[in-house]
């Protein structure tokens, strides 16, 4: 198995409205704005779906984490709640910033094994789930452009 | 409208595989790793997810601004490549990150306006991106758990 990796997205944006497609591989994943924002609410909202990639990451992290220490995850379930002040993104002038301020993560674990060893497991996940380590500390983005004239 | 907003997810990995369900309010968002990665394939992973994510905020930011600015966008257009070493997962010593490494993002843009509004805008939708301004500079995360014994 290679080790590095190059994931690759398309986002589309549809006529007119909010809704955006995305493509990974042959996968579709919808978004799109709840209608008192403009949209018509046919997918969650890309900040929601930031939020999914990190409840997904942590959990498939926790998986990897489990069967590497031969743990059985009886139930592995992740409560995530961001915080957004929409007006740093309507005013857009540096004085709150338009993403979010923080996020909360809460962590449900049933399992068999003695509870020190389940918080070295969480400890494991903390520290490598690759969605948790690029939203805490940042990744560089380049960003370019292709202009066309109908 | 309330400007700050507290948005709610829940991922929940199901029983045995790499499957994780995430719900945000109606949706329900699917993540799955690839069978070479020990999963069965049902959905994107969870970095694809993150990339999905950005994607779409940029494309709804570009619709915001453009509503704005009254300017029509007859194609808005993203395409997204994030670098990932996986050993920095793997190894989890701390000599390579788990997280991306570097994202790049291409936007493809067809407008009747002049270039250098388009171009305008393009500068715009960077600075309010919600989830751009999100990953590019960090996310405090606090986390938290709850451990049961069957």
């Known amino acids: ?59 498939l992290t926790a998986r990897f984490v489990a069967r590497m220490k031969r743990m059985d995850l009886q139930e592995y379930r992740v409560e995530l709640e961001g915080e957004l002040d929409m007006e740093g993104f309507l005013k857009a002038d540096g004085s709150i910033r338009p993403g979010l301020q923080a996020i909360r993560v809460r962590t449900y674990v049933k399992s068999a094994h003695p509870p020190e060893e389940v918080k070295a497991l969480l400890a494991e996940v903390e520290k490598r789930c690759p969605v948790g380590d690029s939203i805490l500390h940042g990744v560089p983005i380049e960003m370019s452009h292709e202009i066309v004239s109908p």
Not at 18 to 25: G, I, P
């Open 1 to 59: 198995m290679a080790m590095k990796h190059n994931l690759k997205v398309e986002s589309v944006l549809l006529p007119q409205g909010m809704q955006v497609d995305s493509r990974a591989r042959q996968f579709s994943v919808r978004a799109d704005e709840p209608k008192e924002l403009g949209g018509t609410d046919t997918g969650p909202n890309p900040v929601e779906l930031l939020l999914c990639a990190l409840g997904a990451c942590q959990c």
